[in-house]
């Protein structure tokens, strides 16, 4: 049957229909249509913004509560930890812990690292890397990230209020003098972001590495989305973007590739294969020069990419 004859029997058939019945079906059409629009813009992406955004378990957290800031798992491994609690702001209690340099590095000691693990990561995933930066001779301060592990937070931010964190902690530390120069803050994922937007701001920081940071949110998002299997919908980043500061609490930057600013300090990016060649990638390079800036690609395994983060510390001790 062709779409003309089809086309006419419609006609006909809705000629048929009453009036009263022809309102009632543009009713159900406009109920419909405006159920599916309050479904796809506000009630699933309220829903993801909780489960990419937010912490574990987030619906049966009590911000109010303190769990024990436990260094079992840094003792077990044989390292003299020590922890202490900071709280940078009203939205978070962050549960830190303290490596100091051997006894044999007192006298020269050769500097300071700050670990600042990724989103998916706590502090005790990064046990290993914190041992052989204490074997080197380096006092470690790493912690739980706002919204992880022990420290308190329902919604992590997007790297801007987790270089905030750093910077204070920071401050903190020099106005007792607990740290000891150089400097470096070694960050994963979104922890790699806030170390290099902490540097920006920080110039007490003496160098970077930043483990598979983002670099812009649109990036950001797109990982999200295909980690957390979120469907995609018309204006996605914008509306969960939206969503995500009205649920959380945070003010936040949407960072794009043309508010990439010079690194500040000696910096080592290390990018994905799919960033590497990317336009985030060739700006930074390209604003920041080489004297500053290494980017090479991620290398793979846990053993390879520690092993980079030591040569880097390293010349600290022959200069």
């Not at 990230?145 to 270089?163: I, M």
């Not at 969503?243 to 994905?272: H, K, N």
């Not at 060739?282 to 040569?311: C, Q």
């Amino acid at each position: 049957m062709s779409l003309t004859k089809i086309h006419f029997i419609c006609e006909i058939l809705m000629a048929k229909l009453s009036r009263q019945t022809k309102e009632i079906i543009k009713t159900v059409l406009f109920f419909l249509v405006v159920a599916l629009l309050v479904f796809v813009y506000i009630i699933y992406p309220l829903n993801r913004t909780k489960a990419i955004m937010a912490r574990p378990g987030v619906d049966d957290y009590n911000n109010d509560s303190l769990v024990t800031n436990d260094p079992a798992p840094f003792v077990e491994a044989g390292l003299p930890a020590d922890t202490f609690r900071f709280e940078p702001d009203v939205l978070a209690n962050l549960a830190c812990l303290l490596v100091p340099a051997p006894p044999d590095s007192l006298l020269e000691p050769k500097g300071t690292v700050f670990l600042v693990p990724g989103e998916t990561q706590t502090r005790d995933s990064l046990i290993t890397l914190t041992a052989a930066l204490h074997n080197e001779g380096y006092a470690v301060y790493t912690y739980d990230s706002r919204a992880s592990g022990k420290s308190t937070g329902k919604y992590r931010g997007d790297g801007t209020h987790e270089a905030s964190d750093i910077e204070q902690l920071i401050s903190h530390f020099e106005i007792h003098g607990q740290i000891v120069h150089p400097l470096y803050i070694v960050g994963f994922n979104l922890g790699a972001d806030a170390a290099m937007l902490a540097a920006l701001e920080e110039q007490r920081i003496d160098g970077v590495v930043a483990v598979g940071p983002y670099l812009t949110t649109p990036y950001m998002q797109d990982v999200f989305k295909e980690r957390y299997q979120t469907y995609w919908f018309p204006f996605y980043r914008t509306i969960m973007w939206w969503w995500y500061e009205i649920r959380s609490g945070y003010a936040t930057i949407y960072r794009r590739v043309e508010d990439l600013q010079p690194v500040p300090c000696r910096t080592l990016v290390m990018l994905t294969n799919q960033q590497i060649d990317g336009e985030a990638a060739l700006r930074l390079k390209e604003i920041s020069g080489a004297d500053n800036l290494t980017v090479n690609p991620i290398p793979a395994g846990d053993s390879l990419i520690y092993e980079s983060i030591l040569s880097f510390v390293r010349p600290a001790t022959t200069e």
